[in-house]
Nanobody, 115 residues
Framework: QVQLVESGGGLVQAGGSLKLSCAASVSIFSIDVMGWFRQAPGKSRNHVATITSSGTTNYGDSVKGRFTISRVNVKNTVYLQMNGLKFEDTGVYYC?????????WGQGTQVTVSS
């Protein structure tokens, strides 16, 4: 079992920045994929960014060039640096982990971007 705790969400004006953190309860050295998804009100949960154990990153089209995902294995933490935030980035951001055949989700952290 992997517990995930997100932090760093909040209210920010359009054009501003936030940095999300997700701390895992286990060592992430061997975790295949870690990442972030978001869910806007009334919409489905969508991929934002993921990073593999080898450091390969993948971003959703809407955040490319603005968001950066990173992981610090010794801290068992994955980060999402969000710059140039837009109103449409508003939503609940969920941390995600895939380890073997299992998937785990955090409780989510709210990000609200005011226009």
């Amino acid at each position: 079992q992997v517990q995930l705790v997100e932090s760093g969400g909040g209210l920010v004006q359009a054009g501003g920045s936030l940095k999300l953190s997700c701390a895992a309860s286990v060592s992430i050295f061997s975790i295949d994929v870690m990442g972030w998804f978001r869910q806007a009100p009334g919409k489905s949960r969508n991929h934002v960014a993921t990073i593999t154990s080898s450091g390969t990153t993948n971003y959703g089209d809407s955040v490319k060039g603005r968001f950066t995902i990173s992981r610090v294995n010794v801290k068992n933490t994955v980060y999402l640096q969000m710059n140039g935030l837009k109103f449409e980035d508003t939503g609940v951001y969920y941390c995600y982990v895939a380890r073997g055949l299992s998937q785990y989700w955090g409780q989510g952290t709210q990000v609200t971007v005011s226009s």
